[in-house]
């Protein structure tokens, strides 16, 4: 998006010279010649930087840019001053200006540089508005984990890094890792170094989800006292990510779409199309395609939005990778609550596998933040996790080891021992039916710990369940 740069001075000569340079260079300039039409044309124009002569012939060049600054809080003003004016140069920057330049040719051919300087301290206060805590207090998105899964994820996500303009929607269950997946797949890309902006469409009303994602104009409503750029400006050339995408209200999808097909907007109230180069990832926990159906999302930004999903599986199909996810939040909490703790008790591992965490990776870290507290020694046991994970301790066993070399294998419950002749042991289908519901229901219905403790892979399983009518 070409910044725009208002040139205010009396002189046409000034004026024309420093235009040509400017939009030489790329810029959008507008002029105006007195402070009254620099008011003017500030006010339909916004300008990034303002050029401002500070002898001009209806008012004094301090009185402007006061009225200047009310009129565009966020422009960048840097001073034309003549030969013997720097001391005034000098007040006005206490005032607010950016900076002065004086007004002779030499001076003139370092415009450039300042126009430059002015937009580079522009855009670093534009992003600290909303970037300021994801830069310093989150780490750009790590996925851990080395499950089947986890490792799909990783490769999709690379694939999508290279791919820096395509719209992306991420899915799956709440609390499963969404947001980590969007922010890895910016900071991945050629992309990373802007910003990467979020906004949840499910927190906040129409309207001021309206004027989040893209501004308002001064007077556009009651409360609009000054212009408000909204997250699509200011993540220009990063990525925005929009959680809970299906939530946002209807009125406002057509505009949005607008900005996936043609990367232009207008601000509430606005007249002017603005344009923006940023990458825009969703998410939702949930299933579009059904809100089309009931018709409180649109089908073409459906379809838009589904360029290329990314489905991120929920925990509980994700074996392992529950354990090194628990001991990476031990490490997480170790120094925030000063206690060291080396992980959970072998008992807890078998009770964190075989639960169902219907609230997913958020869910773990609460229960281990719970865990930690509780913990009195070094592993954190099964007393010090909820009630609903503690209840499954009396009926989870670990997956039977190997028999020992000559030693008789122990046979599972409800085959009958060798030697023995069997009780009403039924057909080899009916002992492997038997089986198998006992496990599954050893396991609380975890599927995949299930076909660990079978020793068969996951989707034989699946294969037996439904061959087998169970549930």
């Given amino acids: 998006m070409a910044a725009t740069v208002l040139i205010v001075d009396d002189q046409p000569t000034i004026r024309k010279s420093l235009r040509h340079l400017l939009e030489r260079k790329g810029y959008r300039a507008c002029e105006a010649d007195s402070g009254a039409a620099a008011v003017q044309t500030a006010q339909a124009e916004e300008p990034e930087v303002i050029l401002l002569d500070l002898k001009l012939p209806d008012a004094d060049g301090l009185e402007i840019l006061e009225r200047l600054q009310g009129v565009c809080p966020e422009a960048a003003v840097i001073l034309l001053t003549g030969h013997g004016s720097v001391e005034i140069a000098v007040t006005a920057i206490k005032k607010g200006a950016e900076d002065f330049l004086e007004k002779d040719p030499a001076s003139l051919e370092v415009t450039e540089l300042r126009v430059?300087?002015?937009?580079?301290?522009?855009?670093?206060?534009?992003?600290?508005?909303?970037?300021?805590?994801?830069?310093?207090?989150?780490?750009?998105?790590?996925?851990?984990?080395?499950?089947?899964?986890?490792?799909?994820?990783?490769?999709?996500?690379?694939?999508?890094?290279?791919?820096?303009?395509?719209?992306?929607?991420?899915?799956?269950?709440?609390?499963?890792?969404?947001?980590?997946?969007?922010?890895?797949?910016?900071?991945?890309?050629?992309?990373?170094?802007?910003?990467?902006?979020?906004?949840?469409?499910?927190?906040?009303?129409?309207?001021?989800?309206?004027?989040?994602?893209?501004g308002h104009e001064r007077g556009a409503f009651t409360d609009a006292k000054a212009l408000k750029r909204g997250l699509l400006e200011i993540a220009d050339g990063g990525a925005l990510f929009l959680d809970e995408i299906g939530d946002m209200p209807l009125a406002i999808q057509p505009k949005f779409l607008r900005v996936l097909e043609n990367r232009t907007f207008r601000r509430v109230g606005?007249?002017?199309?603005?344009?923006?180069?940023?990458?825009?990832?969703?998410?939702?926990n949930k299933d579009l395609s059904k809100l089309v159906e009931k018709q409180?999302?649109?089908?073409?930004?459906?379809?838009?939005?589904?360029?290329?999903?990314?489905?991120?599986?929920?925990?509980?199909?994700?074996?392992?990778?529950?354990?090194?996810?628990?001991?990476?939040?031990?490490?997480?909490?170790?120094?925030?609550?000063?206690?060291?703790?080396?992980?959970?008790?072998?008992e807890a591992q078998q009770v964190l596998l075989a639960y169902s965490w219907p609230g997913n990776v958020r869910e773990l870290r609460n229960v281990t933040e719970r865990g930690m507290i509780l913990c009195q020694g070094d592993v954190i046991p099964v007393s010090c996790l909820p009630a609903e994970i503690q209840q499954l301790a009396g009926t989870v066993s670990p997956p039977p080891l190997p028999a020992a070399a000559g030693a008789p294998a122990e046979a599972p419950a409800g085959m009958p021992e060798a030697g023995r002749p069997p009780e009403i042991a039924g057909t080899l289908e009916e002992m492997e039916q038997r089986y198998i519901r006992e496990v599954l229901a050893s396991v609380s219905g975890n599927r995949s710990h299930a076909a660990r403790v079978l020793g068969i892979s996951r989707s034989t399983l699946q294969d037996k369940i439904r061959r087998y009518g169970l549930s």
């Fill in 116 to 214: 430059e300087k002015a937009l580079e301290m522009l855009k670093l206060r534009r992003e600290n508005l909303y970037y300021r805590y994801q830069a310093q207090g989150r780490a750009p998105g790590q996925i851990s984990g080395n499950s089947p899964a986890i490792k799909e994820i990783h490769a999709m996500v690379d694939l999508l890094a290279k791919a820096p303009q395509t719209t992306v929607l991420v899915q799956g269950e709440s609390g499963s890792g969404k947001e980590l997946v969007a922010r890895a797949i910016h900071y991945r890309s050629p992309r990373a170094d802007k910003p990467f902006l979020e906004i949840n469409c499910a927190g906040l009303s129409e309207h001021l989800l309206e004027s989040e994602l893209f």
């Fill in 270 to 284: 606005g007249t002017r199309d603005i344009s923006v180069d940023v990458r825009v990832i969703t998410a939702s």
């Fill in 296 to 346: 409180t999302f649109r089908e073409d930004l459906y379809y838009r939005l589904k360029v290329m999903p990314v489905t991120v599986p929920p925990l509980r199909e994700r074996g392992n990778d529950i354990l090194i996810l628990a001991d990476l939040f031990i490490q997480e909490f170790s120094g925030m609550l000063k206690k060291r703790i080396r992980g959970y008790s072998p």
